[in-house]
Nanobody, 115 residues
Framework: QVQLVESGGGLVQAGGSLRLSCAAS????????MGWYRQTPGNQRELVAS???????RYADSVKGRFTISRDNAKNTVSLQMNTLKPEDTAVYYC?????????WGPGTQVTVSS
């Protein structure tokens, strides 16, 4: 079993920055894809950014140029640097990791951007 723990959420003013981190522990064989999703009340969870083992990353159009995802394969961690935050970025952010066989979710961390 794999456990994910997120950190780095909080309250920030519009235009500010936050950095989210997620660490995996447990029976880890190979984490092919790591990513971040977010969810607001009444809405589906949406992909924010993901990164593959070859460091190829993809981003939601709404965060391109503002967010950067990175991973450390040796430490089984993934981070999301969020710059120029906007009130519409307010959401619960979830870390997700996928071995290709099974996916795992973190418990979520709240990000609130005030205007």
């Amino acid at each position: 079993q794999v456990q994910l723990v997120e950190s780095g959420g909080g309250l920030v003013q519009a235009g500010g920055s936050l950095r989210l981190s997620c660490a995996a522990s447990g029976s880890i064989l190979s984490l092919l894809v790591m990513g971040w999703y977010r969810q607001t009340p009444g809405n589906q969870r949406e992909l924010v950014a993901s990164i593959f083992t070859n460091d190829v990353a993809r981003y939601a159009d709404s965060v391109k140029g503002r967010f950067t995802i990175s991973r450390d394969n040796a430490k089984n961690t993934v981070s999301l640097q969020m710059n120029t935050l906007k009130p519409e970025d307010t959401a619960v952010y979830y870390c997700h990791m996928n071995t290709g066989i099974q996916g795992y979710w973190g418990p979520g961390t709240q990000v609130t951007v005030s205007s």
